[in-house]
Antibody, heavy 120, light 108 residues
Framework: QVQLVQSASEVKKPGSSVKISCTTS????????LNWLRQAPGQGPEWMGD????????NYAQRFQGRVSITADESTSTVYMELSSLTSEDTAVYFC?????????????WGQGTLVTVSS | EIVLTQSPGTLSLSPGERVTLSCRAS???????LAWYQQKPGQAPRLLIY???KRATGIPDRFSGSGSGTDFTLAISRLEPEDFAVYYC?????????FGQGTKVDMK
């Protein structure tokens, strides 16, 4: 059973940053890319980027470049997504998700989601 | 980036009916690199189909996918009560991976 467990909901002020975690098993951490996606209310999911945890190799969607950082901690099999310069448009549920298999970026396994609310 | 346009926006149907959902890509997905998901309120999306036509593990055979190039279809042969949800397509041909805006299937 593949499990991805995310950190709790956050409320942030405009201009601040948020860092969300996603903890998984060692097997998943060592063998698969892990992705971050977000979903604003009433909209489809939006892919933000991914990381190959054992190589610390991250790729980002162009629209988030310079504002997002995805990192990995092998000691805890945890990946993190930090998003800076938050605005109200960043209010969304953020998900981590595992590639279906190696180099197959569609997503069968998802975390439970983390609600980030940006409000003054 | 590749834009996916889903139609219709909403379908109002009854259990037992057949439904077909459309997803059109702004450029050709050369290897049929398209997936379909189902999402219910408060839940993460559930993978139904990948590679345009391959069912994911545990997906009932009433769900089927077809298409190539820029035009793809998800069909549900007979709607069950648990199938009322929002459906999204996703392309993984060219990064960034993108999703359609969704089709809501609700009960008439």
């Amino acid at each position: 059973q593949v499990q991805l467990v995310q950190s709790a909901s956050e409320v942030k002020k405009p201009g601040s940053s948020v860092k969300i975690s996603c903890t998984t098993s060692g097997d998943t951490f060592r063998s698969f890319s892990l992705n971050w996606l977000r979903q604003a209310p009433g909209q489809g999911p939006e892919w933000m980027g991914d990381i190959v945890p054992i190589f610390h190799l991250a790729n980002y969607a162009q629209r988030f470049q310079g504002r997002v950082s995805i990192t990995a901690d092998e000691s805890t099999s945890t990946v993190y997504m930090e998003l800076s310069s938050l605005t109200s448009e960043d209010t969304a549920v953020y998900f981590c998700a595992r590639d279906y298999t190696v180099k197959a970026p569609y997503f069968q396994f998802w975390g439970q989601g983390t609600l980030v609310t940006v409000s003054s | 980036e590749i834009v996916l346009t889903q139609s219709p926006g909403t379908l109002s149907l009854s259990p037992g009916e057949r439904v077909t959902l459309s997803c059109r890509a702004s450029q050709s997905l050369h290897s049929g690199y398209l997936a379909w998901y189902q999402q219910k309120p408060g839940q993460a999306p559930r993978l139904l189909i990948y590679g345009a036509s391959k069912r994911a593990t545990g997906i009932p055979d009433r769900f089927s996918g077809s298409g190539s190039g820029t035009d793809f279809t998800l069909a549900i042969s007979r709607l069950e009560p648990e199938d009322f949800a929002v459906y999204y397509c996703q392309q993984y041909d060219t990064p960034p991976w993108t999703f359609g805006q969704g089709t809501k299937v609700d009960m008439k």
